[in-house]
């Protein structure tokens, strides 16, 4: 037997009467007003998963260094001037808008986003040699010796999602699983 996955959305359906619109497939009725619980897994393949993971996970992180580490991105976001708090907080809205249009993009299989995606990860490959280079001192560090080995860590993370949404491509097209 198949196990479950972890994550769910939960869908309403409301109708009329309440007459059975049809079986579901182990017999059971199915009656108009039944919450139904529709898994992610069915409307998204395994790229899609990724991809959304990985929005999700850095938005998380983003949220989490902005609350525990203030000083990680005041230091660039003091170059601007003006309020910290006022530049944290649109920067933070600036980026939660960004990764819901690219979820949104995902969930309905822009190609735009796709691509956008793909040469964006594809791009994290620079990331990689360019906080080796930090954390070996060859190159002036942008913030904390964790924060650059953070970046190290997450440019290996978006060549490796780049490198599956690839396979997908080559398999499927735009979106394909991989």
């Given at each position: 037997?198949?196990?479950?996955?972890?994550?769910?959305?939960?869908?309403?359906?409301?109708?009329?009467g309440a007459a059975p619109?049809?079986?579901?497939?182990?017999?059971?009725?199915?009656?108009?007003?039944?919450?139904?619980?529709?898994?992610?897994?069915?409307?998204?393949?395994?790229?899609?998963?990724?991809?959304?993971?990985?929005?999700?996970?850095?938005?998380?992180?983003?949220?989490?260094?902005?609350?525990?580490?203030?000083?990680?991105?005041?230091?660039?976001?003091?170059?601007?001037?003006?309020?910290?708090?006022?530049?944290?907080?649109?920067?933070?809205?600036?980026?939660?808008?960004?990764?819901?249009?690219?979820?949104?993009?995902?969930?309905?299989?822009?190609?735009?986003?796709?691509?956008?995606?793909?040469i964006a990860f594809a791009?994290?490959?620079?990331?990689?040699?360019?906080?080796?280079?930090?954390?070996?001192?060859?190159?002036?560090?942008?913030?904390?010796?964790?924060?650059?080995?953070?970046?190290?860590?997450?440019?290996?993370?978006?060549?490796?999602?780049?490198?599956?949404?690839?396979?997908?491509?080559?398999?499927?097209?735009?979106?394909?699983?991989?």
């Amino acid at each position: 037997m198949k196990a479950a996955p972890a994550l769910a959305v939960l869908e309403i359906r409301r109708g009329l009467g309440a007459a059975p619109r049809q079986c579901d497939g182990a017999g059971r009725a199915r009656y108009p007003n039944d919450v139904q619980v529709v898994w992610l897994s069915t409307i998204l393949n395994r790229t899609q998963l990724l991809v959304v993971g990985f929005f999700l996970l850095a938005w998380i992180g983003l949220v989490a260094i902005l609350v525990l580490s203030r000083e990680v991105y005041a230091q660039a976001l003091r170059r601007v001037g003006g309020a910290t708090l006022a530049i944290e907080a649109s920067f933070l809205i600036a980026l939660s808008g960004l990764i819901g249009i690219l979820v949104t993009g995902v969930f309905r299989r822009w190609r735009w986003t796709f691509w956008l995606v793909l040469i964006a990860f594809a791009f994290g490959v620079l990331r990689i040699p360019a906080s080796v280079l930090q954390l070996v001192g060859m190159l002036p560090p942008s913030g904390t010796t964790w924060y650059e080995a953070l970046l190290g860590v997450i440019g290996v993370v978006q060549v490796l999602v780049a490198i599956a949404m690839f396979a997908g491509y080559r398999k499927a097209g735009t979106w394909g699983e991989f």
